[in-house]
């Protein structure tokens, strides 16, 4: 169920994100609590959720991919972030 929800609310999140709605934070929220949840009951979803954040191309299961870059769901989901460029040397 809770994985379900954290699709839902991944569907909302974007929704929400391209309309300019209100309540951002929050919807992104319920996906965090939804996806530790399911990642608690089955940690075989931390991989299925890592698909869905980073869906190949014209997918249509792509319910995370608007939080990509967030960190938190990165972390949960066992991304490792990406290290900014260092500035270069003259």
């Known amino acids: 169920m809770y994985a379900y929800l954290t ?3 991944g569907q909302k999140y974007r ?3 391209d309309t300019g709605g209100s309540g951002l934070d929050a ?3 319920a996906v965090i609590a939804n996806a530790t949840l399911a ?3 089955d940690p075989k979803w931390q991989e299925r959720f890592r698909r869905l954040l980073n869906p ?3 997918s249509k299961d792509n319910d995370l991919e608007a939080l ?4 938190e769901l990165e972390k949960l989901l066992g991304i490792e972030p990406v290290p900014a460029d260092p500035a270069p040397k003259n």
């Not at 990509?68 to 960190?71: G, H, N, R, Y």
Request: charged fraction near 35%.
């Open 68 to 71: 990509k870059d967030d960190p």
């Open 7 to 9: 699709c839902a609310y």
């Open 15 to 17: 929704y929400v994100k």
């Open 56 to 58: 190949t191309m014209n």
């Open 27 to 29: 919807v992104r929220q």
């Open 39 to 41: 990642i608690k009951d």
